[in-house]
C-alpha cells in the first residue's frame, strides 16, 4: 500500500480522564490518544480519528482498529482488533466487571469473535501465538507527558495508582502488606477494607506524572491474565519514564526486558521486607529509577510502537 494510511481509533469510551465523571480512567483512551499523537507525525499517515463504541463514521478510512472485541464493525472499511483487555477465566474469583459470558479468558474471547476481524494486534509475543498472526504491539509511554516531575503534593511513601479489580487475594499479597508504611491509593473508592481507608479518589491525569516521579516507592500488581500471557501493564513504562522506583508482582519478561531498573516482589512477607529496605535506600533508588527511565526512553514509547503498526498495516491492507 503506497497511499497514506487513513486511521480509525474505535474505543468503548471517550474523555474518561475528566475526575468529575462517574465510572473509572479508561487506560484504552490513554494508549489510543498516544498511538493517535505519534501516528500523526509519521509521514506515512494522512489522518487518525478517535470514535466511540458506535455509530456513524463520516470521515474515509482505510482501517479501524477496534480497543474492544465487541465494538460496532464499519463494513466499508478493514476492521483490526488491538487484543489489549484481559478477561477473567471462570475460576476467577472477582471476574472483574464482565457479564458471565465473557469469563472465558483472553484467548477464549479472541476464539469466539476472531472472524469479526480482518487483522490483529496483541500486546505480547505469547498472546499472539495462542490466538493466530499479527502484530506484536506492547503497551509504552509518552515521554512528552510521563517525565520527572517531583511535587510536594504527592510526597507518599508507598502509592498505587488502579482499581480494586485484582480481588481479595491480589489485594492481600500484594497491597494490605504496604499499609503499614502509608499506603496512599489513588483510583476510585470503591475498594474493599482494610484498603478502602488508603484511596485517595482518582487522581487528574496532569498529576499521575507528578505521583509516579515523587513517591518514594510506586506499587505494581498485574491482572492474573497479564501475568499468564506475560503483558507488561501500562503502569510500569509510564512509571519509569517519570523516573519512579516500582516494586511490581513478577511477570515473566519484566525482568528480561528491565533488569534490575525495577524490583520483583512475591508480595507478604517479601514486599514488607523490601519496603523497609528500599525506603532506607535512597541511592539505591535512585539508581535503579534513573536506569530505568534510560531503558524505556530507548526502545518503549508510542513513537516506536507505531512504527511497528504502520509497518504491519502496510503489509497487510
Same mark, same amino acid.
Given at each position: 500500500m503506497n497511499q497514506k494510511l487513513r486511521i480509525g481509533l474505535r474505543l468503548r469510551g471517550i474523555d474518561t480522564f475528566d475526575v468529575s465523571k462517574p465510572g473509572n480512567v479508561q487506560g484504552d483512551e490513554q494508549v489510543a490518544r498516544g498511538w493517535q499523537k505519534y501516528l500523526l507525525r509519521c509521514d506515512d499517515v494522512e489522518s487518525v480519528y478517535l470514535y466511540p463504541s458506535s455509530g456513524l463514521i463520516t470521515e474515509r478510512l482505510?482501517?479501524?482498529?477496534?480497543?474492544?472485541?465487541?465494538?460496532? &464493525?464499519?463494513?466499508?472499511?478493514? !476492521?483490526?482488533?488491538? &487484543?489489549? !483487555? $484481559?478477561?477473567?477465566?471462570? =475460576?476467577?474469583?472477582?471476574?472483574?466487571?464482565y457479564p458471565p459470558e465473557l469469563h472465558i479468558g483472553t484467548v477464549g474471547v479472541f476464539n469466539q469473535i476472531k472472524s469479526r476481524f480482518d487483522g490483529y494486534l496483541f500486546t505480547s509475543k505469547k498472546l499472539m501465538e495462542a490466538c493466530t498472526l499479527g502484530a506484536v504491539i506492547p503497551f509504552a509511554t509518552d515521554p512528552e507527558l510521563f517525565f520527572p516531575q517531583p511535587s510536594n503534593d504527592y510526597q507518599h511513601p508507598v502509592s498505587f495508582v488502579g482499581n480494586d479489580i485484582r480481588g481479595p487475594l491480589v !489485594?492481600?499479597?500484594?497491597?494490605?502488606?504496604? +499499609?503499614?508504611?502509608? +499506603?496512599?491509593?489513588?483510583?476510585? /473508592? $470503591?475498594? =474493599?477494607?482494610? @484498603?478502602?481507608? $488508603?484511596? +485517595?479518589?482518582?487522581?487528574?491525569?496532569?498529576?499521575?506524572? /507528578? +505521583?509516579? =516521579? =515523587?513517591? &518514594?516507592?510506586? &506499587?505494581? $500488581?498485574h491482572i492474573e491474565e497479564h501475568i499468564e500471557l506475560d503483558t507488561i501493564n501500562l503502569r510500569i513504562y509510564d512509571i519509569l519514564a517519570c523516573g519512579g522506583f516500582i516494586l511490581s508482582d513478577h511477570v515473566d519478561s519484566l525482568q528480561v526486558i528491565f533488569g534490575d531498573s525495577l524490583v520483583c516482589t512475591t508480595g507478604n512477607e517479601d514486599e514488607w521486607a523490601k519496603i523497609?529496605?528500599? @525506603?532506607?535506600?535512597?541511592e539505591e533508588r535512585q539508581k535503579r529509577s534513573q536506569e530505568g527511565r534510560k531503558l524505556v526512553l530507548s526502545d518503549h514509547t508510542y513513537a516506536s510502537r507505531v512504527k511497528t503498526l504502520i509497518s504491519y498495516l502496510k503489509e497487510v491492507l
Open positions: 482505510d482501517v479501524l482498529i477496534h480497543f474492544y472485541p465487541y465494538l460496532e &464493525l464499519d463494513e466499508k472499511v478493514k !476492521n483490526f482488533l488491538y &487484543l489489549q !483487555n $484481559a478477561f477473567p477465566n471462570a =475460576s476467577n474469583p472477582t471476574k472483574w466487571l !489485594n492481600q499479597r500484594y497491597f494490605v502488606p504496604a +499499609l503499614p508504611f502509608g +499506603l496512599a491509593i489513588y483510583g476510585n /473508592k $470503591a475498594w =474493599s477494607e482494610p @484498603l478502602q481507608k $488508603a484511596c +485517595l479518589g482518582k487522581l487528574p491525569m496532569p498529576d499521575l506524572p /507528578k +505521583l509516579y =516521579s =515523587s513517591s &518514594l516507592i510506586n &506499587l505494581n $500488581a523497609v529496605r528500599y @525506603l532506607a535506600d535512597g
